[in-house]
């Protein structure tokens, strides 16, 4: 057994908290003191069943008050929207706090928010880290640790492509815009959309900050594609001549020049009008400057029922698990990957169990 045990709770059981779940009772650094959801019939539920493992002794929560009263080093924050006030409360009461819901960065746009977020943490002596797979690694982490390798850098270019058809939140699914009307979908876009530029805004300025330099300007370029035919997806129907793939392209320019550009393309189908070419699921990242690499990651193996998005679901989440021994361990203060030590993670290597209960497929969806 390892010399310290984390006491965790999970907030929010969609399909990040889930894999939390999951990992927090098998793992044995970490031990599941309470699980809060927002849904009121899963009050009450074990967090097992929540997360499709057997039960383990956690009955779900949507008192944030009883929450706070077990007292969990570490609170894995993972709602599809974050609420600052919540949050906050959590800081407040010496509670850390992990999230892939964003927070990666300030910037002049989000400075508000880390303001708050930093004196609740010094009210309570706590630290919260925002992450993710992206952003949180493969727009920025990656690319400042590969920057290592150059004499000099021309430009970052970071590609995400994934496939949604598999994703099992219907809420994500209308957050995000698809199955709307296409002309009102780039005219008035999403919610979550907007949010996604204050986010991807944070981690290209933690790129151009970490290699010296300082935003002029963001832009942002948005584009959809529709479905040829009525797509049946996991999260729902995405009628003919509707929404059923988007394109982005945020750039942070530094002296006139496109210096960091994430290209992002979500889909959900491969026949879509027009077509952009989309690939595989995977991130690639391009550094061009002396010498220029190219650094690509995917899942080595195939998903065994099909649904290769749940992979990313899992970086998603084991990219804000693993830093929680850091983040606990570290003075108070809200902390980016700038002021973390290198992650070591814990409790990895260690035999899979039989009731593990991953990967999990295309099951009924759960919803958040």
């Known amino acids: ?34 699980v809060h959801v927002t849904n009121p019939d899963k009050v009450g539920t074990d967090a097992g ?46 509670i850390n706090v992990v999230t892939p819901v964003g927070f990666v960065y300030p910037t002049p746009n989000s400075r508000a928010d880390f303001d708050r977020l930093g004196d609740a943490c010094e009210a309570g002596g706590a630290s919260f880290h925002g992450t993710g797979i992206h952003p949180g690694f493969s727009g920025d ?23 949604l058809s598999t994703h099992p939140s219907k809420a994500m699914q209308d957050a995000l815009g698809f199955a ?64 059923a793939g988007e394109r982005f392209v945020w750039t942070a320019w530094v002296d006139d020049e496109p210096l960091v550009v ?4 979500w889909k959900m189908d491969d026949d879509l009008e027009p077509d952009w070419g989309y690939g595989s699921i995977k991130y690639s990242c391009v550094i061009e400057g002396d010498p220029s690499i190219e650094v690509n990651f995917e899942s080595a193996h195939e998903h065994p029922d099909g649904d290769e998005g749940y992979w990313g679901r899992v970086w998603t989440a084991m990219n804000t698990i693993n830093p929680i021994p850091a983040v606990c361990d570290a003075a108070p203060g809200v902390l980016t990957h700038l002021d973390l030590p290198l992650v070591r993670p814990r409790g990895l290597v260690r035999p899979r169990t039989a009731d593990f209960g991953e990967p999990v497929g295309l099951g009924d969806p759960v919803g958040a």
């Open 1 to 34: 057994m390892p010399e310290t045990t984390y006491r965790v709770a999970q907030w929010a059981t969609g399909s990040i908290g889930q894999i939390g779940i999951r990992h927090f009772v098998d793992n044995p650094v970490y031990e599941l003191v309470a």
């Open 49 to 94: 069943e929540l997360a499709g493992v057997p039960p383990v002794g956690v009955a779900a929560t949507s008192d944030i008050d009883q929450l706070i009263a077990l007292r969990p080093d570490c609170v894995h924050y993972a709602p599809l929207h974050a609420d600052v006030d919540d949050l906050c409360r959590l800081l407040e009461a010496g």
């Open 180 to 243: 709307r009307d296409p002309v009102e979908a780039v005219e008035d876009p999403a919610p979550l959309i907007t949010t996604m530029d204050s986010i991807f805004e944070q981690s290209m300025t933690m790129v151009v900050e970490g290699l010296g330099w300082t935003v002029d300007r963001f832009t942002t370029d948005f584009d959809v594609a529709t479905a040829k035919r009525d797509l049946h997806v996991r999260s729902g129907t995405i009628p003919a001549g509707t929404v």
């Open 262 to 265: 994430f290209r992002t393309f």
């Open 141 to 163: 982490l990656l690319p400042l640790v590969f920057s290592r390798l150059f004499t000099r850098i021309d430009q970052v270019q970071v590609r995400e492509t994934a496939d």
